[in-house]
C-alpha cells in the first residue's frame, strides 16, 4: 500500500488512458487529505459553540420556562452576579485538576478516565487527616490534606500505570473500573465508620473540622475559594514544566517519534508512568479541593462526575494546559447553569449529554482539519496521508 | 440450606451475567470487523430507557424489546458514521457517545423512573430439565432472554468460523485493504456490524430493565458496557469464552448475597466492589499469560485502525 510515489505514478500511467490532447486540462477544486490535523483549536471553539447554541435551542423543549427566562435565569446564575462569577470558579476549580489529570498523561497518547476515583480516594485520605489529627492548626493541617490527596491519587492511579507499563493492559478500562470501586469504597467510610449521626439517609460523613476548610480570597464583591488560584497556578507550572523542562522536551519527541526517541536514549515507559502518576496526583488533588473548599464533608455530592467532565476538557483544550483552565470555567458555567435548572426539569446527568455532543463534534471538528481546499489540474489526484490513529495496547 | 443456597447463588450469576454476555457477544462483533467501540455504556443504558418507555407506553413486550433494540442500534450508528465513513478518532467518539447516552438517558427517564412495567419478560421453565430437583431450578427456570444470551455466542461462533460471511468479517478485522482488494465493502460492513452490536447492546440493557429490576433508574448499567468491552478482552477474542467471562462476572455479583445469608462479617461495598475488582484481576491474569505466551488470545491485527481506500 505504501508504495513509492514514482512506482504509483508510472502504474497509474499503465492503467489509466492518457487524457485526450485536444481537452485542455482542467483546474478543479478538491479537498486534500493531510496527515495531521490543522486549526484544531478552531474547530474546537467551532464545536463548543454549537453545543452552546443547541443547548439555548433544545433546553426550551425539557423545562417549563420561555428560553429567554432560561438565558435570564442561566446569565444570573454565572456570569452576570458576582455570586455567580464566585460559583462557576468554585466549580472550575476541581474541574481544572481533573482536566490535568486527563490532559497530562495525554501528551503520551495515554487516557486517564479515573480522575473520579482519583478524587474520591485523595479527598479520602485528607478527610482521614482532618479527622484524625483536628489538633493541628489550619495553617499546618490544610497543607498536609492537600499533600495526602496528592499521594492518594497517584497511589490510585499506580496500578492501572504499572499495568500499562509491564503487561499492557490497556488503561482506559483499568483507570475506569477503579472508579466504581472508588465509590464503594467512599460508601464504605462516609455511611460507616465516619458518618453522620445527624444525617438519616444519604452518603455523607460528618463536617469536617473547621480548621481544614479552605478559606476564601475576597476581590472586591467576588469571593473565591484559594484552590482556585492554585489550580490555575499549577495548570501554568505545568505548561511552562513541559515547554521548558527536560522532561517536557522528552515526551514531545516521544510523541513524535517513539523509536528515534528511543534511540536517543529516552525511557519512554519510565516516562509514561511518571505522566500518569502526575495526572493521578492532580486528580487527587481535585477530590481535596473540591472537599476542603466548597463540600466540607465526605460524601457522594463529593465527585459529581468532576472527573469524566475533566477528561472531556482535556480533550477540547487540545494537550495545552493553558486551554485547560479556559475549557473548564465554560464547562462549569454549564455545570451551574444546569444545576440552577434543575427545579425546572433538567436532570443531574443532562449536562453530559451536552458535553458528549461537544466532544463528539469535536472529534468531527479533527476529521475536518485534516482536508484543506486545494486547486488542482485534473492529472492530480488526491493522497492519503499516514493514519496515526490506532489503539496502542490492549 | 448451603446446597439451596448455592443453587439459588447460580441461579442468579446466570441471570446478572446475562445482560453483559449480550453486550460482550455485540462488541466481539464489532472488534471483529477492526473497530473498537467503547461507547455501548451509551447505547445499553439508551436501549434500558427505550425498552422500559416501549413497555408502559404500550404495555406490550415485543415494542419494548424492539425499542431497546432500535435505540442501541441507532446510538452505536452515529459512532459507526462517524468513525468508519469519516475516521474520526475511535476512543474520543465512544467516550462522546458513552456521555450522551447517560445524559440523554436521565433527561428523557426523568418521569419514568421507579415506575412498575406492565409487562416484564416472562419465565420459561424448559420441558422435562426443569423438573430435575435443584440443578432444574438453578439452570433451566429462566426467563426467555437468558437462555437466548446463552445461545448467541454459539451463533457468533459459527457465524464467524463456519460461513463464507464470516471470513469476510475476520478479513476485513485482520487486513482491511485485502478484504477491499477482494471485493468486500469494508466501510460498508464495519457500520453495519457497528450498528449490530449496538443493537445488541440495547437488548441487554432492556434484559436489565424488563429480566431484572423491573424498573427503570438513571445509569442502571452502573459501567456494564465497560465491563462487556473487558469480557471481550477476557475472552481473547473467542466468542465462547465470552459466556465464561460474563458468568464469572455474574458469579462475582451474587458474593454479596451468599454473604449475607452466611452472616459473614464483611462490610457489603466490598462486594458491591467485587465485580469490578474482579474483572480487574481477571484482566491482569491474562495479561501475564499472554506475555508468558505470545501470540495466544490474538486480537484482529486491524483492531483500532481506520481504513479508507487510496484512490
Known amino acids: ?7 504509483e505514478a508510472a502504474t497509474r500511467a499503465l492503467v489509466e488512458p492518457s487524457p485526450r490532447r485536444h481537452r485542455p486540462r482542467q483546474l478543479r477544486w478538491g479537498l486534500e487529505r493531510n496527515a495531521t490535523a490543522e486549526h484544531v483549536m478552531w474547530y474546537r471553539l467551532v464545536a463548543i459553540c454549537i453545543g452552546l447554541a443547541l443547548a439555548l435551542v433544545l433546553g426550551p423543549l425539557f423545562v417549563d420556562q420561555t428560553s429567554g427566562e432560561i438565558r435570564e435565569h442561566v446569565w444570573q446564575q454565572t456570569f452576570g452576579t458576582s455570586l455567580g462569577i464566585g460559583n462557576v470558579l468554585s466549580v472550575a476549580t476541581p474541574l481544572i485538576l481533573t482536566g490535568l489529570a486527563a490532559c497530562v498523561p495525554y501528551r503520551l497518547g495515554v487516557w486517564n478516565i479515573g480522575a473520579d476515583g482519583q478524587m474520591l480516594v485523595g479527598a479520602w485520605l485528607a478527610a482521614a487527616i482532618a479527622f484524625e489529627m483536628s489538633d493541628l492548626s489550619g495553617t499546618l493541617l490544610i497543607p498536609l490534606m492537600l499533600a495526602a490527596s496528592f499521594i492518594g491519587g497517584a497511589l490510585w492511579i499506580l496500578g492501572p500505570a504499572l499495568a500499562r507499563m509491564l503487561l499492557g493492559i490497556n488503561e482506559i478500562i483499568t483507570t475506569l473500573m477503579l472508579n466504581f470501586v472508588a465509590i464503594y469504597w467512599l460508601i464504605y467510610w462516609a455511611a460507616g465508620p465516619w458518618r453522620d449521626p445527624l444525617v438519616v439517609a444519604g452518603v455523607r460523613s460528618r463536617s469536617l473540622p473547621e480548621d481544614a476548610e479552605i478559606s476564601e480570597v475576597t476581590i472586591g464583591s467576588l469571593q473565591v475559594q484559594w484552590g482556585f488560584f492554585l489550580a490555575v ?3 501554568f507550572a505545568l505548561w511552562l514544566f513541559f515547554r521548558h523542562a527536560k522532561l517536557g ?21 519510565k516516562r ?5 502518576l502526575i495526572g493521578g496526583a492532580m486528580g487527587g488533588l481535585a477530590g481535596a479541593v473540591a472537599m476542603g473548599g466548597t463540600i466540607h464533608r465526605y460524601s457522594d455530592a463529593l465527585s459529581n462526575n468532576t472527573g469524566y467532565a475533566g477528561v472531556v476538557v482535556a480533550i477540547l483544550a487540545a494537550g495545552s494546559e493553558l486551554a485547560v483552565v479556559l475549557t473548564a470555567i465554560v464547562f462549569a458555567a454549564l455545570i451551574v447553569g444546569g444545576d440552577g435548572l434543575r427545579t425546572a426539569g433538567i436532570s443531574a446527568d443532562a449536562v453530559f449529554a451536552l458535553l458528549g455532543v461537544i466532544l463528539l463534534l469535536a472529534a468531527l471538528g479533527d476529521v475536518l482539519g485534516r482536508y484543506r481546499l486545494v486547486r488542482r489540474t485534473s492529472g492530480q489526484t488526491p493522497q492519503d496521508g499516514p493514519e496515526s490513529n490506532q489503539v496502542a495496547a490492549k | 440450606v448451603t446446597w439451596d443456597l448455592f443453587f439459588l447463588s447460580v441461579a442468579t450469576a446466570l441471570s446478572g451475567g446475562t445482560a453483559v454476555l449480550i453486550a460482550a457477544t455485540g462488541e466481539l462483533l464489532v472488534e471483529k470487523v477492526g473497530i473498537y467501540n467503547i461507547g455501548i455504556e451509551g447505547a445499553m443504558v439508551l436501549g434500558a430507557l427505550a425498552a422500559f418507555v416501549g413497555v408502559v407506553e404500550t404495555g406490550q413486550l415485543t415494542v419494548g424489546l424492539l425499542a431497546g ?17 469519516l475516521r474520526a478518532d475511535m476512543i474520543v467518539a465512544g467516550l462522546a457517545i458513552t456521555f450522551i447516552g447517560l445524559g440523554v438517558s436521565s433527561q428523557l427517564g426523568q418521569d419514568y423512573a421507579r415506575l412498575r412495567a406492565p409487562a416484564t419478560l416472562p419465565d420459561w421453565d424448559i420441558p422435562v430439565l426443569s423438573k430435575i430437583p ?8 429462566h426467563n426467555v432472554l437468558v437462555y437466548v444470551a446463552f445461545l448467541l455466542p454459539f451463533g457468533v461462533y459459527f457465524l464467524l468460523n463456519h460461513s463464507s460471511h464470516g471470513l469476510g468479517i475476520r478479513a476485513i478485522g485482520e487486513n482491511p485493504a485485502a478484504a477491499d482488494a477482494l471485493g468486500i465493502g469494508v466501510t460498508r460492513w464495519r457500520v453495519f456490524y457497528v450498528a449490530v452490536g449496538g443493537a445488541f447492546a440495547g437488548l441487554g440493557g432492556a434484559f436489565l430493565t424488563l429480566g431484572t429490576i423491573d424498573t427503570w433508574l438513571p445509569g442502571i448499567t452502573n459501567g456494564q458496557g465497560w465491563i462487556a468491552l473487558a469480557i471481550v478482552i477476557f475472552a481473547g477474542w473467542r466468542p465462547l469464552s465470552l459466556i465464561v467471562g460474563a458468568y464469572l462476572f455474574g458469579a462475582l455479583g451474587t458474593l454479596g448475597n451468599v454473604a449475607q445469608a452466611l452472616g459473614w462479617s464483611v462490610p457489603s461495598e466490598f462486594f458491591s466492589a467485587l465485580p469490578y475488582i474482579g474483572t480487574l484481576g481477571v484482566l491482569t491474569l491474562l495479561a501475564w499469560a499472554r506475555v508468558k505466551r505470545p501470540g495466544w488470545a490474538a486480537w484482529p491485527a486491524a483492531l ?5 481506500r487510496e484512490r
Open chain 2, 304 to 308: 483500532g485502525q481506520l481504513y479508507a
Open chain 1, 249 to 269: 522536551y522528552e515526551v514531545s519527541m516521544l510523541r513524535e517519534s517513539e523509536r528515534v526517541a528511543r534511540y536517543a536514549g529516552i525511557p519512554a515507559r
Open chain 2, 134 to 141: 435443584h440443578i432444574g431450578e438453578a439452570l433451566f427456570q
Open chain 1, 233 to 235: 497556578g499549577l495548570a
Open chain 1, 1 to 7: 500500500l505504501n508504495r513509492p510515489a514514482d512506482d
Open chain 1, 272 to 276: 509514561m508512568l511518571q505522566l500518569m
Open chain 2, 69 to 85: 433494540i432500535a435505540a442501541g442500534a441507532a446510538t452505536s450508528l452515529v459512532f459507526g458514521l462517524a468513525v468508519a465513513v
